[in-house]
């Protein structure tokens, strides 16, 4: 039965003729390390030769299953966030993509407890059946603890007050358990926002970001990116907040220059291990089609010589 939730591959071609060079058969190996819905994947499919493979990533359940119906030898999946990407062999991948974030059948979907659009329980779990939920973090963290996870991965200046007033529920009449509780909560402490934009937004992002670890996820999968690419192989990734796409610039400008030793200040610098080579956005045409898609960065790198 197919999932009633559909999501829109963002910036599918750009990041499919930039993960490959250029659009055209290949026999390579590549990785979707982020496989969602397939979007991207299918599409490399479609440019892969018969020698070519695709090994994909990912750690919610709902998504492995779709990777599941794919029927093409070519390709696999695997049950497991893209921080294991450094488990593939040494130099074994022609190119990378990652499109961080979650899907829109993860955020549309009440039951997964991501939005404060429509009522469900607060979970927020990339892989449900593993860790703890936003729900259950929430019943016994300290104050302190919640606003710095508010405060940094939602950039959100009433972070304190927000953090006391759930705790402060939770002590009068027991702890938060569905989204609505929480999107109410944060609407009754936080009396100003930008024009447009729900009080919850930057509290529920930094609760998920925070339950899913994703932005080490983020960082051990881009320092794993170095190990698996070939010489001239492609790093895409797709990132939709300043957060993620920070800590990818970071990454690329760190590893685009050539690095020398202080210690020894006349030996040969170590070489540099990529090459930027694009950044790229969505065009107002995609976003008119596409809201979602308006804060999207692409950022395209390739691997040099080891």
Do not use: C
């Not at 593939?88 to 404060?116: T, Y």
């Not at 930057?202 to 080490?216: D, G, V």
């Amino acid at each position: 039965m197919q999932e009633p939730w559909v999501h829109s591959t963002v910036l599918l071609q750009e990041a499919v003729d930039a993960l490959l060079g250029v659009p055209a058969q290949s026999g390579g190996h590549y990785v979707d390390a982020t496989f969602g819905r397939g979007g991207h994947s299918r599409l490399i499919l479609s440019q892969l030769s018969e020698l070519g493979r695709l090994t994909a990533f990912d750690r919610d359940p709902e998504a492995v299953a779709v990777a599941n119906a794919i029927d093409d030898i070519r390709f696999s999946i695997r049950h497991q966030g893209f921080s294991h990407l450094g488990e593939l062999p040494a130099g074994s991948a022609d190119g990378i993509l990652m499109d961080i974030g979650v899907s829109s059948p993860q955020i549309d979907n009440p039951a997964r407890g991501f939005s404060f659009r429509a009522d469900g329980p607060l979970d927020m779990r990339m892989d449900p059946t593993r860790g703890e939920s936003v729900a259950q973090w929430l019943q016994t963290a300290e104050v302190n603890n919640i606003a710095e996870v508010i405060r940094e991965y939602g950039e959100e200046r009433f972070a304190g007050p927000i953090a006391k007033a759930i705790v402060a529920r939770r002590q009068e009449r027991g702890p938060l358990s569905t989204t609505a509780e929480l999107a109410q909560l944060v609407a009754d402490t936080v009396k100003t926002r930008e024009p447009g934009q729900n009080p919850a937004t930057r509290t529920f992002q930094a609760l998920r970001i925070f339950i899913n670890a994703e932005l080490e996820e983020l960082q051990q999968a881009l320092n794993a990116s170095l190990h698996v690419l070939k010489e001239g192989g492609r790093l895409v990734v797709i990132s939709f907040h300043s957060l993620e796409d920070r800590i990818v610039k970071q990454f690329i400008a760190e590893h685009s220059k050539e690095v020398y030793d202080r210690r020894a200040p006349f030996a040969a610098p170590k070489p540099m291990k990529l090459v930027a080579l694009d950044r790229i956005k969505p065009s107002a045409q995609e976003v008119a089609a596409n809201p979602r898609a308006r804060s999207a960065i692409m950022r395209v790198a390739q691997r040099t010589a080891a």
